[in-house]
């Protein structure tokens, strides 16, 4: 490497750990509370298995899209340079803006603080307590990933093995120790499935879809990535195919154990089920959930300073966000930016809100990166190591239902989704008035 050249990310993430990022940062709360929104929506365990089926299915070929992008541009920072690559600069920073100030700090913040709560579970701490603990614990993990990626990855890979392990336990206990009474309780139900409609169902797949919320996040960092344009692209699919096994096995116990009258009231459909298993049940989801949101509090924290990284690196952010440390090799000063608006979104409560309101437009970018295999497959330049072997009918399906998504949320709620895209749109101003941005994109082609 030559003087000049930027200081480089230390590549330490083989594809054990690739794979459990991606299934740790899927794997949160949601699959403990979120099968109660979709039963509701869809009051048949035959309909509920499809919608978790379809979910399952789309994300792995959102993964697959994924994949070929990321063997494509095996560089840091995942969506951002798929977009800058694809189409123009701006979109690839507008990714980045939406992410830092609302998209993947409000998430962190979220997971965090569903964390702490259940962790008041255990040790009453009150409401200014959960504040602290959720805020202690991004900056904690912050700093575990600061002074290394290999530490942050290993964390990773041992929570992950441990949550799925956990699930894992809960599915062969629920199937096995349920007496034929109780099992039979599940089948039975008031409810009328054939008020069932596609407006219902659409709803119900959208919410199954974000409860697969975070299968990209390991493109991020490609550039700590062993063998990137082979191990993203399997970690992608391995983690999808693991995540989508998980949450129907446990939906199959949920309504195995309940009847689904009770699945569709219960604020905590986990722990009723694991109560009808075990006495002390809810003690045990509790624990789990803990388990599984520090987890994904970990894979988030590892994930995004490496997009604020290359964007300091191409001049749209802060310089100094691009530095590299001398010792541990990690983006550190991306990662301290990060774990401190974090920190700052939990104590003023705001991350609900911003998140709410910008998670959708996710969705946009989603669709915008399915559409441009199609323009990149015309380009003579373009050399994957992976292609999907569905194209275009992959790439077109995947970009159909983000269409369908981002379509529903405006019928849904037209004002909170015109106030998440006008913040997202903001970044628009921001990035043609940032005075080093030419300087930064003459630098990288430069380097390049």
């Not at 750990?17 to 299934?23: E, H, I, R, S």
């Not at 911003?354 to 669709?367: A, D, K, N, P, T």
């Not at 190591?385 to 949320?409: D, E, H, N």
């Amino acid at each position: 490497m030559s003087e000049s050249a930027p200081e480089q990310l230390s590549r330490s993430i083989n594809l054990t750990q690739t794979t459990a990022m991606v299934v740790g940062t899927i794997i949160g709360a949601a699959i403990f509370v979120q099968p109660t929104e979709i039963t509701k929506l869809v009051p048949s365990l035959g309909g509920v298995a499809l919608i978790w089926l379809l979910a399952g299915t789309l994300t792995f070929f959102g993964a697959l899209v994924c994949a070929e992008l990321a063997s494509a541009f095996p560089r840091t920072g995942g969506v951002y340079v798929f977009l800058n690559e694809t189409y123009s600069p701006v979109f690839g920073f507008l990714w980045g803006w939406a992410m830092f100030w609302s998209m993947h700090s409000g998430i962190l913040a979220a997971v965090a603080v569903v964390f702490a709560r259940y962790l008041d579970y255990f040790i009453p701490l009150g409401d200014m307590g959960i504040q602290f603990a959720a805020a202690g614990a991004i900056l904690v993990l912050s700093a575990v990933n600061y002074r290394g990626v290999a530490h942050g990855s290993r964390l990773q890979t041992l929570f992950t093995i441990i949550k799925v392990l956990a699930i894992f336990l809960m599915i062969v206990v629920g199937v096995t120790m349920v007496s034929g009474d109780a099992a039979a309780v599940g089948s039975s139900s008031s409810l009328d499935v054939t008020s069932t409609s596609p407006v219902d169902i659409v709803q119900a797949l959208i919410a199954g879809l974000f409860a697969f919320g975070g299968w990209h996040m390991v493109t991020y960092a490609a550039g700590e990535t062993i063998d990137p344009t082979r191990n993203i692209p399997r970690a992608l699919m391995y983690g999808s195919i693991i995540v989508t096994v998980c949450y129907i096995a446990l939906n199959a116990v949920y309504m195995y154990i309940l009847p689904l009258d009770v699945v569709v009231t219960s604020t905590r459909v986990a722990a009723d089920a694991a109560d009808v298993v075990v006495d002390g049940g809810a003690t045990f989801i509790s624990g789990l959930v803990l388990l599984s949101t520090f987890g994904a509090v970990s894979g988030i924290i590892l994930a995004g300073p490496r997009v604020y990284f290359s964007m300091a690196r191409d001049g749209v952010l802060f310089p100094w966000a691009g530095k590299v440390h001398p010792v541990y090799r990690t983006p550190h000063l991306a990662i301290v930016l990060q774990g401190v608006w974090a920190s700052v979104l939990v104590f003023t409560g705001s991350y609900q809100q911003l998140f709410s309101r910008v998670i959708y437009v996710e969705w946009i970018f989603f669709g915008m990166m399915a559409c441009g295999l199609f323009l990149l497959r015309r380009r003579p330049s373009y050399a994957p190591t992976y292609r999907i072997k569905g194209y275009p009918m992959i790439a077109g399906l995947f970009a159909l239902s983000a269409a369908v998504i981002v379509i529903q949320r405006f019928i849904a709620e037209p004002f909170e989704a015109i106030i998440g895209l006008g913040i997202v749109l903001l970044g628009v101003p921001v990035y043609y008035l940032w005075p080093a941005r030419r300087k930064g994109e003459a630098t990288l082609r430069g380097d390049r």
